[in-house]
């Protein structure tokens, strides 16, 4: 998925006020999340860099959650920050709770499918 096929979606099933701006910021906090949560651990993290989205960031930018998981994922951290931000605690609360298992769902793809950075063994 890339940047504005995420705020695009989110805009048209969720009609909001927030800046495009917003939701780029957001969309980094994320991948920043992902990155470093799930990306670093694992061999080949230096091949996915990560240092951020702003606006000057190319709207074609592909997200680092790949399908059939980075919709889901995307979407529901959206719509969670705009419930936020509105002050909608209940919906909020919905949206993280669906947050959390698309974050789950790609979390264990990922550690299923990418090799763990090897340790180097310390001798005391």
């Known amino acids: 998925m890339k940047i504005i096929e995420a705020i695009n979606a989110i805009d048209a099933l969720k009609p909001n006020g927030y800046t495009q701006a917003e939701k780029i910021r957001w969309l980094s906090t994320l991948d920043g999340f992902l990155h470093q949560e799930i990306v670093v651990p694992h061999e080949g993290a230096d091949e996915l860099p990560f240092s951020g989205y702003d606006e000057d960031t190319p709207?074609?930018?592909v997200l680092l959650a790949q399908e059939p998981y980075g919709r889901e994922l995307y979407l529901k951290y959206l719509e969670a920050q705009i419930d936020y931000y509105n002050g909608e605690t209940a919906r909020y609360n919905n949206s993280m709770m669906m947050y959390q298992a698309a974050y789950t769902a790609?979390?264990?793809?990922?550690?299923?499918?990418?090799?763990?950075?090897?340790?180097?063994?310390k001798f005391w």
């Open 59 to 61: 709207p074609e930018t």
């Open 106 to 121: 790609f979390a264990r793809w990922y550690n299923r499918t990418q090799l763990p950075r090897s340790q180097k063994r």
